[in-house]
Each structure stands twice: as C-alpha cells, then as structure tokens.
C-alpha cells in the first residue's frame, strides 16, 4: 500500500500487560512520528525517530514507554505494564523530513481494562 | 513553550455556507510551520493546509483557505461553500523550524458539524 500502515487496529489488553504497537510508513519517508490521541483529546507528541539519528523521545510520558525503528523501516511501541490511562489511539506519522507534511496511519486503539 | 489554542470547541454551519475555525498559537521562534489536519469519525487525519511563517500570501487549497495574522499569531481556516461531508473534528497544528525536530504540536480541536 501506498499509504502508513498500523497494526493491530484495536488492541484490549489487562492492566499490568505489555502491548507492543507496530507502525509501517511510506516507503521512502525519513521522518517517523508517534502520537498519542486521548478520548476528545488533540494528539500528544511521543517520538520522533529521523534516519539513523538518536530518537527525540522528549514527549514519552514514562520510562514505561520506549520505541524502536531499524533505518527507515518499521517502528515499533512498546508500553509496559500497561494503566488505564494508557487507553488511548496511537498514532504514527511519516514525512520525507522534518518538518514536512505529515502522512498519518489509520491509528490502534488500545483499551486497558 | 509553544502552544496552539482553538477555542471553539464546537462550530455549526449551514451548508453552503462560508465558516471560519479559529486558531492562536505562541512560539517564541521566528522560522515555524502552521498546519490544519480533518478528522473524521473514522478517526484518519487528513491534512488540508499549510503556512510557512514567512509565507508572505495566505494558503489557499480549493475550498480551504488559511488566513495567517503574524503579528496577532492567528492561523485561522476559511472553509467557503461547506458540505455535508465537511462535518469532522478540525485540528490546527504547529512546528518549530529553529532546531526541533519538526513533531507537531496540536490544539485540542474544533467540531464542525454542517446543517443541512
């Protein structure tokens, strides 16, 4: 497909589970971004991954949370004994760089029970 | 700190008619990008338009229209001759040039909902 890619697109899990949410973006897209949307909420910024460079990971709101992407391929989400206050969508984004416009995936919504 | 306030949290309009979706933001750098993104119940986020900080004219794409305040730091969008499909939430968006690296920074959004 042509366009970013998530999977699973819901996810219910227990609390104190792990989850591990997957992004797949366009091909060719440097830039790689994780959001996060609560209920009626704007998106909140996670992570920025830019080629091979360091991560940002200046919006993880906790230690629980880590990401990983190989080159300019997959990323992944990780969050860790999952809370309540996880339940949200998640959404990733790519861009050919920085700053650019961002092409959003369709999002996974994890609910924690 | 940056910040992107819309302050309406929901909007009715007639259809066919023009309506304007406030947004305000605050950043202390001079090199900064402004976005409007749709979403609908769906839940996707599609991106309607852009304005670069030292974009002299307003964006236009067809019906979307940015009209960028500088000095008074106002990012308004201008739906003219609305459709039904038009009803979704709006969110205005931001990013830093001066050395972030390029996330986006969102208000909390704006409901439109378009009468027929």
């Known amino acids: 497909g042509a366009g970013v890619s998530q999977s699973p697109s819901n996810k219910v899990t227990e609390k104190g589970k792990d989850v591990e949410l997957r992004c797949d973006p366009i091909s060719g897209h440097t830039a790689l971004y994780w959001y996060r949307q609560r209920l009626g909420q704007g998106l909140e910024f996670l992570i920025y991954f830019q080629g091979n460079s360091a991560p940002d990971k200046s919006g993880l709101p906790s230690d629980r949370f880590s990401a990983e992407r190989t080159g300019e391929s997959v990323s992944t989400l990780t969050i860790q004994r999952t809370q309540q206050e996880d339940s949200a969508v998640y959404l990733c984004a790519s861009s050919t760089l920085a700053g650019g416009e961002q092409f959003f995936g369709p999002g996974t919504r994890l609910t924690v029970l | 700190a940056q910040k992107i306030t819309q302050t309406q949290p929901g909007m009715f309009v007639q259809e066919k008619e023009a309506v304007t979706l406030d947004c305000t933001y605050d950043t202390s750098d001079q090199s900064y990008g402004l976005f409007w993104y749709k979403q609908p119940s769906s839940g996707e986020m599609i991106f309607l338009i852009y304005?670069?900080?030292?974009?002299?004219q307003n964006a236009t794409e067809g019906r979307y229209s940015l009209n960028f305040q500088k000095a008074r730091k106002s990012a308004n969008l201008v739906i003219s001759a609305s459709q039904l499909g038009d009803s979704a939430m709006y969110f205005c968006a931001m990013t830093n040039y001066g050395g972030s690296q390029g996330n986006l920074i969102f208000g909390k959004g704006t409901k439109l909902s378009v009468k027929p």
């Open positions: 304005q670069g900080s030292y974009d002299e």
